[in-house]
């Protein structure tokens, strides 16, 4: 049987190397199971959990201020929560202690009593929430540099599938049931990142506990500096993810607007998974500088094309053939900037950056979709158009953090 396998493995275009001792067998299923444990939460969130708060009785602005605040707490809050894994605690138990704070935040939430009480529970709960996804990135990375055979995207792929299959099964599951459940499925994804936590092997790797000064008589230097090219890297990589916000939060409304069908609209937004799963998958992902920074110019450079194209108001096949260069203008971006970010942050503050990389795209993002509602509102389809230099002034500072020592 095991023979077996091994050639099925073989016949997939995988790579053998990554399955052929069991410690590393394990290794990948560990990486595997928690790249899925961290994205499928977000499949239920994102769909019906703005459905589950209209039900609690509050008005569209009480809602918007509920989904927005964890947005930019988080901008603040989650590097310093991902870098205690740097000199504190050990990513994997921080993975759980989190986890276990977020399912308990679940929990309280049905019986927060008013929208005081509402909005803290659900900013705590939703912080914690998020926090698996730089401390993932974290783990993986780390297993990376000590195993050379792995490759990132066929264990970030997991993270897609987990979040579109959630995604569907959650709209049968709401369908059968009520969205009163959401909270407590919500509690149970939680949870099981805790779980999952403490089930790994892998994860233990505190920086400050292990590298060790060059020169042992130099004085201790607690917080290496970033480098400025990392912070310029950082601030394009953000403005050309922020150039998504007019299609990733009003893209369903504008296609409806256009007379797009209900069915069609979900077959677009599979398409976009499907091609992101494919680049995951067969590039997997780069540790040669050269080649995550040609990753991040293709697809900054496609950003501009595609918003130019979006903003023509092009028919429900042309919308489609559009939908695939998210292939590009996401997935192969997001590989580019992961390496990036990993090959010029210090070590000893991986976590740190880690989590100010995660920051700053969510706070990017968050404000830019704040200034895209009203201009959907003025423009309709044409706000794609806006969205246009902020794709143009992310790939200018990308480039300028290449020349910048």
């Not at 605690?89 to 202690?97: D, E, G, S, T, V």
């Not at 099981?192 to 790797?205: E, H, I, P, S, Y």
């Not at 110019?297 to 108001?313: D, N, T, Y």
């Amino acid at each position: 049987m095991n023979h077996l396998l091994r050639q099925i493995v073989a016949s997939r275009c995988f790579d053998l190397d990554e399955f052929v001792s069991p410690p590393q067998n394990r290794l990948v299923l560990e990486l595997s199971v928690l790249s899925a444990t961290s994205f499928a939460m977000l499949g239920l969130h994102q769909p019906f959990f703005p459905i589950w708060l209209a039900t609690r009785g509050l008005a569209a602005e009480q809602i918007g201020l509920i989904l927005s605040v964890p947005i930019f707490l988080r901008a603040f809050v989650g590097p310093w929560i991902t870098g205690l894994a740097d000199r504190y605690i050990a990513p994997r138990h921080l993975l759980a202690i989190v986890g276990g704070i977020a399912g308990c935040g679940w929990l309280m939430m049905p019986f927060s009593p008013d929208f005081p009480v509402l909005l803290g529970v659900v900013t705590l709960t939703v912080t914690m929430m998020l926090a698996p996804i730089p401390l993932s990135d974290v783990i993986t990375l780390d297993a990376l540099r000590d195993h050379p055979a792995l490759v990132y995207g066929r264990l970030r792929v997991w993270g897609s599938i987990a979040f579109m299959s959630v995604t569907l099964l959650a709209g049968l599951m709401v369908s059968w049931l009520d969205v009163t459940v959401v909270p407590v499925v919500m509690a149970i994804f939680s949870f099981g990142t805790t779980a999952v936590a403490l089930w790994m092997r892998t994860g233990m790797f505190i920086p400050s506990r292990h590298i060790k000064p060059a020169d042992p008589d130099a004085p201790e230097q607690s917080t290496p500096p970033l480098p400025m090219r990392l912070y310029l890297l950082l601030l394009g990589i953000g403005l050309v993810g922020s150039s998504n916000a007019v299609l990733n939060g009003f893209g369903p409304v504008l296609w409806v607007q256009q007379g797009i069908l209900s069915w069609q609209i979900g077959v677009l937004t599979a398409c976009s998974v499907v091609v992101e799963i494919v680049v995951f998958w067969r590039l997997g992902g780069s540790r040669e500088v050269h080649k995550a920074y040609r990753y991040l110019m293709i697809g900054g450079g496609v950003a501009i094309v595609r918003w130019l194209l979006m903003g023509l108001a092009p028919d429900v096949l042309g919308i489609a053939a559009l939908q695939t260069l998210h292939a590009l203008t996401f997935a192969l971006f997001h590989l580019g900037a992961l390496a990036m970010v990993a090959a010029l942050a210090p070590v000893a503050r991986r976590a740190h950056v880690q989590g100010l990389f995660s920051a700053a795209n969510a706070l990017m993002f968050a404000l830019v979709t704040v200034l895209a509602g009203p201009l959907v509102q003025a423009w309709g389809i044409k706000a794609y158009f806006a969205m246009i230099p902020f794709a143009m002034a992310g790939l200018l500072l990308i480039i300028l953090s290449h020349y910048k020592k």
